[in-house]
Nanobody
Framework: QVQLVESGGGLVQAGGSLRLSCAPS????????MGWFRQAPGKEREFVAA????????YYADSVKGRFTISRDNAKNTLYLQMNSLKPEDTAVYYC???????????????????WGQGTQVTVSS
Protein backbone atom coordinates (compact mmCIF):
# COMPACT_ATOMS: atom_id res chain seq x y z
CA GLN A 1 0.00 0.00 0.00
CA VAL A 2 1.36 3.38 -1.00
CA GLN A 3 1.62 5.95 1.78
CA LEU A 4 3.01 9.46 2.02
CA VAL A 5 4.03 10.57 5.50
CA GLU A 6 4.68 14.24 6.22
CA SER A 7 6.69 15.54 9.16
CA GLY A 8 8.27 18.77 10.35
CA GLY A 9 5.23 20.87 11.08
CA GLY A 10 4.83 22.85 14.28
CA LEU A 11 4.40 26.24 15.88
CA VAL A 12 6.72 29.06 14.86
CA GLN A 13 6.75 32.83 15.24
CA ALA A 14 6.29 35.09 12.24
CA GLY A 15 9.56 35.48 10.39
CA GLY A 16 10.74 32.04 11.41
CA SER A 17 11.46 28.93 9.38
CA LEU A 18 10.35 25.32 9.17
CA ARG A 19 11.30 22.42 6.91
CA LEU A 20 8.66 19.89 6.01
CA SER A 21 9.56 16.40 4.84
CA CYS A 22 7.53 13.81 2.97
CA ALA A 23 8.67 10.22 2.99
CA PRO A 24 6.73 7.93 0.68
CA SER A 25 6.54 4.23 1.44
CA UNK A 26 5.41 1.32 -0.64
CA UNK A 27 7.18 2.42 -3.80
CA UNK A 28 9.68 4.92 -5.09
CA UNK A 29 8.42 8.26 -6.38
CA UNK A 30 11.46 9.24 -8.41
CA UNK A 31 9.38 8.94 -11.59
CA UNK A 32 6.52 11.04 -10.23
CA UNK A 33 5.85 14.73 -10.04
CA MET A 34 5.40 15.77 -6.42
CA GLY A 35 3.82 18.73 -4.75
CA TRP A 36 2.78 20.47 -1.58
CA PHE A 37 -0.70 21.80 -0.93
CA ARG A 38 -2.19 23.46 2.12
CA GLN A 39 -5.61 23.97 3.61
CA ALA A 40 -6.51 26.59 6.18
CA PRO A 41 -9.69 26.34 8.28
CA GLY A 42 -12.75 27.25 6.26
CA LYS A 43 -10.78 27.46 3.01
CA GLU A 44 -10.23 25.19 0.05
CA ARG A 45 -7.04 23.22 -0.42
CA GLU A 46 -4.58 25.31 -2.39
CA PHE A 47 -1.43 24.69 -4.37
CA VAL A 48 1.85 25.69 -2.71
CA ALA A 49 4.70 24.20 -4.74
CA ALA A 50 5.56 21.37 -7.11
CA UNK A 51 8.61 19.69 -8.57
CA UNK A 52 8.70 17.82 -11.84
CA UNK A 53 10.07 14.34 -12.35
CA UNK A 54 12.39 15.50 -15.14
CA UNK A 55 15.08 18.10 -14.45
CA UNK A 56 13.48 18.85 -11.07
CA UNK A 57 11.75 21.94 -12.40
CA UNK A 58 9.98 23.82 -9.64
CA TYR A 59 6.70 25.71 -9.55
CA TYR A 60 5.36 27.98 -6.81
CA ALA A 61 2.23 29.80 -5.84
CA ASP A 62 2.72 33.55 -5.99
CA SER A 63 2.02 33.81 -2.25
CA VAL A 64 5.11 31.74 -1.35
CA LYS A 65 7.50 32.56 -4.19
CA GLY A 66 10.84 33.73 -2.85
CA ARG A 67 10.12 32.37 0.65
CA PHE A 68 9.54 28.63 0.12
CA THR A 69 11.77 26.12 -1.65
CA ILE A 70 10.69 22.67 -2.78
CA SER A 71 13.30 19.98 -3.35
CA ARG A 72 13.60 16.24 -3.60
CA ASP A 73 16.27 13.67 -2.76
CA ASN A 74 15.57 10.65 -4.93
CA ALA A 75 18.28 8.61 -3.21
CA LYS A 76 16.36 9.02 0.05
CA ASN A 77 12.97 8.98 -1.69
CA THR A 78 12.10 12.14 0.22
CA LEU A 79 10.45 15.43 -0.67
CA TYR A 80 11.14 18.66 1.22
CA LEU A 81 9.59 22.08 1.63
CA GLN A 82 11.84 24.70 3.19
CA MET A 83 9.69 27.55 4.47
CA ASN A 84 11.37 30.83 5.41
CA SER A 85 10.00 34.23 6.44
CA LEU A 86 6.81 32.58 7.58
CA LYS A 87 3.69 34.69 7.97
CA PRO A 88 0.52 34.11 10.01
CA GLU A 89 -1.37 33.59 6.74
CA ASP A 90 0.82 30.53 6.07
CA THR A 91 -0.97 28.77 8.92
CA ALA A 92 -2.59 25.63 7.52
CA VAL A 93 -2.41 21.88 7.29
CA TYR A 94 0.23 21.06 4.68
CA TYR A 95 -0.18 18.01 2.46
CA CYS A 96 2.35 16.15 0.36
CA UNK A 97 1.12 14.75 -2.95
CA UNK A 98 2.51 12.57 -5.72
CA UNK A 99 1.42 11.90 -9.27
CA UNK A 100 1.33 8.59 -11.04
CA UNK A 101 4.67 7.60 -12.62
CA UNK A 102 5.71 9.36 -15.83
CA UNK A 103 2.99 11.94 -15.39
CA UNK A 104 3.02 14.84 -17.83
CA UNK A 105 0.54 17.62 -17.33
CA UNK A 106 -0.37 20.41 -14.97
CA UNK A 107 1.09 20.64 -11.49
CA UNK A 108 -1.22 23.21 -9.94
CA UNK A 109 -4.39 21.30 -9.14
CA UNK A 110 -5.24 18.63 -6.58
CA UNK A 111 -6.71 16.49 -9.39
CA UNK A 112 -3.23 16.22 -10.93
CA UNK A 113 -2.10 14.03 -8.01
CA UNK A 114 -3.12 10.51 -7.08
CA UNK A 115 -1.40 9.96 -3.74
CA TRP A 116 -1.74 12.11 -0.63
CA GLY A 117 -0.33 12.25 2.86
CA GLN A 118 -2.34 12.77 6.03
CA GLY A 119 -1.08 16.33 6.48
CA THR A 120 1.04 18.16 9.02
CA GLN A 121 -0.05 21.29 10.90
CA VAL A 122 1.92 24.50 10.51
CA THR A 123 0.96 27.35 12.81
CA VAL A 124 2.59 30.77 12.54
CA SER A 125 2.00 33.15 15.42
CA SER A 126 2.12 36.92 15.02
Amino acid sequence: QVQLVESGGGLVQAGGSLRLSCAPSGRTFSSSAMGWFRQAPGKEREFVAAISRIENRTYYADSVKGRFTISRDNAKNTLYLQMNSLKPEDTAVYYCAASVPYYSGSYYYAKDYDYWGQGTQVTVSS
